[in-house]
């Protein structure tokens, strides 16, 4: 079922559920297109989006094929998307695309063939990194504040005419035998509309009536935030990636399969202190000043899941992200927003296919 025909005044074109960075950034899209969105959610302890870093690296941490291409696109749309962010809403939002180092490592095939600077040019760019035997830039790669961009779009979404937000959770779906989509929130309140987006994040596979198997699980990352930055690019090393935040530095990240469990621990804490002193000696004697947790939506493949419902056309997903939320909101948003318009696709989006995983009994 595509966005087309008469609607109910009043009534919505479309069901967005959840408001993490993808389904905000959904939301957005299609009511800039003029469609009336009903958004559904609120925030939670634990959520992804809020929770990391920010990153925004396809080039240190490449995906294979059509993947990949989507994920470096996916990068290069940030310095537009901002700019019409603070020119509709008036939010600014600090973006680095400075580059990102990466420090050699016997965990890390790190490419020396382009990009490479030895020891003195390393020390040159970044004195907190003298001392390493060099690294690898990626130029283009970088790293967006994930918190003031999710400031600003819940503020956009907030403020936009044509979406109403429903601060309540989506526990179960419902699909009639002519595909016609409803959501019943934890209050008991039906929400329809011809199409039904579930960008839920890790909680997506937790609505009932979902009628495809989906493998996508929390896994949790812990973080650290030291009082200085003494770097001026995010940094990749062994056992964690540094970010430069302001006058904070963030620290993360690690990759634990313990359900729904967002809470901190010390071991995690002192493993990532450790690895952050190892890349920035200075860092050591230094104390962190806060600690905390997010529960990545992870696929088996570590690829999200982007289109229709093979079965269930009505039913779009929009999840499973796993370590690129933020690097593929905008992206996600824009091919989600032509699937439903019917618009000429810009993606190929053959690796996302809901086809990968099998229709549920």
């Given at each position: ?5 008469a ?66 696109l996916a ?20 973006l ?15 490419r ?28 283009l ?79 949790r ?71 905390w ?36 909101a ?32």
């Amino acid at each position: 079922m595509s966005f087309s025909g008469a609607r109910e005044s009043g009534s919505p074109d479309v069901v967005v559920v959840g408001t993490g960075v993808v389904g905000l950034s959904c939301a957005l899209e299609l009511a800039d297109r003029g469609l009336r969105v009903a958004l559904l959610g609120r925030s939670q302890a634990g959520e992804a989006s809020m929770a990391a870093a920010g990153l925004l690296a396809p080039s240190v941490e490449p995906l294979d094929g059509l993947a990949g291409t989507f994920a470096v696109l996916a990068r290069d749309l940030y310095p537009d998307w901002l700019a019409s962010l603070e020119e509709k809403w008036g939010a600014r939002v600090a973006l680095s695309r400075d580059g990102i180092l990466e420090l050699p490592g016997p965990h890390r095939a790190v490419r020396m063939s382009d990009g490479w600077l030895d020891a003195d040019a390393l020390a040159e760019l970044e004195p907190a990194l003298a001392g390493h035997a060099g690294a690898t830039l990626y130029p283009l790669d970088g790293w967006v504040d994930n918190v003031a961009l999710m400031n600003a779009l819940t503020e956009a979404a907030q403020r936009h005419p044509t979406i109403t937000w429903t601060p309540a959770f989506g526990v179960r779906l419902e699909v009639s035998v002519d595909d016609e989509p409803m959501i019943h929130d934890e209050h008991g309140v039906a929400h329809r509309a011809p199409e039904i987006i579930l960008a839920a994040g890790a909680w997506t596979p937790g609505i009932s009536g979902v009628g495809r198997r989906l493998p996508v699980e929390p896994v949790r990352g812990q973080m650290l935030a030291y009082p200085a930055a003494p770097l001026r690019h995010a940094v990749y090393a062994r056992g964690a990636y540094l970010v430069p935040r302001g006058d904070h530095l963030l620290v993360g990240s690690t990759m634990e399969r313990v359900g729904f469990d967002y809470s901190i621990t010390d071991g995690a804490a002192d493993a990532l202190h450790a690895a952050a002193a190892n890349a920035v000696p200075l860092l050591a004697e230094m104390k962190t000043i806060r600690r905390w947790a997010g529960l990545r939506p992870v696929t088996p493949d570590m690829l999200p899941v982007i289109g229709r419902d093979p079965e269930r056309p009505s039913v779009i997903y929009a999840c499973g992200h796993s370590r690129n939320g933020i690097l593929m909101a905008r992206a996600t948003a824009l091919a989600v927003a032509d699937i439903i318009t019917e618009a000429a696709s810009r993606y190929d989006l053959r690796p996302f296919s809901p086809r990968r995983f099998s229709k549920s009994g």
